[in-house]
Each structure stands twice: as structure tokens, then as C-alpha cells.
């Protein structure tokens, strides 16, 4: 069925939806159907409305339909030498449980890169939308805003869906470095987080950072000359390409022990130079010390501890307790004042976001 088809029953179905007040389950592949508060409504499955619409070497953009899987899109950008920096997790490794592109800007998640190069929100440049009232909106590179204030393409991204069904992404890519280097260095916890913020304030070109374990690696990328200058000043054992890449993959994709062994996951953001929290439970520190991960351990004292630092904590997977408790006073009041906005009947991924919409 042609994707002009498909967008003309996306929007009936939702019509119809509106209409009876039917809530309506987003779903892609449904790879990321753990994540959020939880799930509830007949499933409106999108992944048909997939493929590349155009793609612009020359001016770093490709636009794709949101049920398109990331690996689908990767190989595009590949084949010119060209990726999607944020490096979203693909988590399903067949095409049919594959990530769609779609699904990584509404979840809102990034991969080792995100926390050097730009988290989704900061590459998305266009979006159409298909909203509760059954309207087809463009967003970004067609600029049609009706919420004063917003850029509604980048807010879409960590939206969960809740605003409406995406249909097409506009996305700025990156070229891919001519030369890669993994380092690692046996550290404790608190002389990685000094060294990664050392390192962070000098001319270095580190793109991803991870320590768990008393082990910290950090990969380096750019031009040969500068990767392998860095490469001697910093030291630290090599890891070769293989090793390397499956290092960044099990991470990016979550496949790594620390993830598929955990019964419960919180994932924190907090400055960069925080010191250890002194968490119970296992931990993974990436994103230069700006984003961390606690196994099995007490989500309450998880999230005072993030906001003791200034910063917040999520549940990832697992465990009990609410899911964004950052969503409260007057940022919830936002959040349902743009769903109200967008879906007014409130059909979308309800109680996805939030237990309040």
C-alpha cells in the first residue's frame, strides 16, 4: 500500500478515535514498549508508513518516514560516508523488531554519542504531524506553529507519542570521522569522573565515554593526525576496531550484561563534575559524567540523590514507583496544557508520559 494510503488511514482512524474518545497505542516495531509509565489503548501500528522520502548528501539532511527502521536509514547514510550522530538504539536486531526512526525521536534516546555530539531534540529540523482532530501539520522546514513560543518539530522529540501519530522526520546527519581510537584506563569512580571533566576541558576529540567497573573507556574520532596526537598524550590501553565496536554497540543498544541482567534500571542526569553519588547497586557512567545508570538499586534515594545534585532521574525499566518525576508543578502543568492543545480528546498513549494525561 502506497505510504499516502497508509497516512490517509492513520488520519480516518484517528477521526474515528476522536470521535468514540478510543485511546490509541502508538506502535512502531515496538521495541521500546518497556519504557514509560504504561501502556494502554488499541494499537495504531505505524510501521508502514516507512521509507526514505529524500536524502541530501551535500546538505546533511535526510527525510524519512517516521515507521522507517533505523538500520534502513543508517545503511543510506553509510553508503556516503554519513550518520545519524546521536546514536539511537536500535535494540531489535531484525528488521521486523528493529527501532523505527520515528520511535527513537519520540522516546527521546541517544546512544555513547548523544552526550558529546546532541541528544535527538538538537537534530531533529522538521516533523509532520497528525494531531487528535485528524489534521496533518508540518512543522520545522515548512514552519507552521500553533503554539506560540515553540519549536514543536524538536519538541515532538521525548513526547512518547503523547501529542499525536509523527508521520515524517526531517533529520540533520554528520559525517562519519576518518579515524576512530578506544582507549581505556583502569580508574575508580571518582578519579574517572575527574579525568573525563579534565579531559572535557581541553581540546580533545572524545565522542563517547563510558566507565563501569573501576574501568573507563572513551573513544576517540576525527582526523587521523588529531585522533592519534590524542591518542599518545592520553595514554591508556587500545582496544582494536572489533573489540571496540562491539564495546559501543552493546552499550548504544543496551545488549551489554549490565542492561539484559538487571531486574530494575534508573537512568540519571546530573552536572558532568558530580562526584560519586554513593548509590546501592551496580553503575554505568557515560556522557562525560553527565548520565548514569543504577541496577537494582533504590529508586527514591536514586532520585534524591540526582536532585541533590541538580539534577533528575528516571525508571528506566523495572521497579516501581513513578516513572518522570520531574513531571510535577508547573512542568506538568505545561505538558498537559500542550496535550490538551494537541489531542483534546486525549486518544494518544494515554498515561505514557504521566499517570495525569
Known amino acids: 500500500m502506497a505510504s499516502n494510503d497508509i497516512a490517509a488511514e492513520l488520519i480516518d482512524r484517528i477521526k474515528s478515535a476522536t470521535a468514540k474518545k478510543t485511546p490509541l497505542r502508538i506502535r512502531g516495531h515496538g521495541s521500546k514498549d518497556f519504557y514509560g509509565e504504561s501502556l494502554a489503548g488499541e494499537v495504531l501500528d505505524v510501521s508502514g508508513h516507512s521509507g526514505i522520502i529524500s536524502y541530501e548528501p551535500t546538505e546533511l539532511v535526510i527525510t524519512v518516514r517516521c515507521g522507517t527502521p533505523i538500520p534502513e536509514v543508517e545503511a543510506a547514510l553509510d553508503a556516503k560516508g554519513q550518520m545519524l550522530a546521536f546514536e539511537p538504539p536500535v535494540f531489535g536486531r531484525t528488521p521486523a523488531t528493529a ?3 520515528g520511535g527513537a525521536v519520540a522516546a527521546g534516546l541517544g546512544g555513547p554519542q548523544a552526550g558529546y555530539s546532541g541528544r535527538p531534540r538538537d537534530f531533529v529540523l522538521g516533523a509532520k504531524l497528525i494531531d487528535g482532530r485528524g489534521q496533518h501539520l508540518s512543522f520545522g522546514g515548512q514552519v507552521m506553529k500553533n503554539v ?3 519549536d514543536v518539530s524538536r519538541l515532538l522529540a521525548g513526547s512518547f507519542g503523547v501529542l499525536g501519530v509523527m508521520t515524517e522526520l526531517s533529520v540533520k546527519v554528520l559525517p562519519k570521522a576518518p579515524a576512530v581510537q578506544t582507549l581505556q ?32 573507556s572513551i573513544r576517540l574520532a576525527g582526523a587521523k593526525a588529531a585522533v592519534d596526537a590524542a591518542a599518545r598524550r ?9 573489540q571496540a565496536q562491539r564495546l559501543w554497540r552493546s552499550l548504544r543498544d543496551q545488549t551489554e550484561p ?13 552536572p558532568p563534575a558530580t562526584p560519586p553519588l554513593g ?11 553527565g548520565q548514569r545508570w543504577v541496577a537494582n538499586g533504590d529508586v527514591d534515594a536514586a532520585r534524591a540523590a540526582a536532585h541533590a545534585a541538580g539534577g533528575h532521574a528516571v525508571r528506566f525499566r523495572g521497579g516501581k514507583g513513578r516513572f518522570m518525576s520531574e513531571l510535577q508543578g508547573p512542568l506538568l502543568a505545561i505538558h498537559q496544557r500542550l496535550k490538551a492543545e494537541f489531542d483534546p480528546a486525549g486518544i494518544f498513549n494515554p498515561k505514557r508520559m504521566a499517570p495525569e494525561f
Open 99 to 101: 527501532g523505527t526512526i
Open 148 to 150: 506560540a513560543g515553540y
Open 185 to 216: 584506563f583502569a580508574l575508580d569512580e571518582a578519579s574517572a569522573i575527574r579525568k573525563l571533566n579534565e579531559w572535557g576541558g581541553q581540546p580533545l576529540p572524545i565522542v563517547a565515554s563510558c566507565w563501569k567497573g573501576g574501568q573507563l
Open 234 to 242: 592520553l595514554g591508556g590501553k587500545p582496544l582494536d576496531n572489533l
Open 258 to 270: 549490565f542492561f539484559t541482567g538487571a531486574a530494575s534500571l534508573v537512568r540519571l542526569a546530573v
Open 279 to 289: 548509590l546501592v547497586g551496580e553503575q554505568i557512567i557515560e556522557w562525560g559524567g
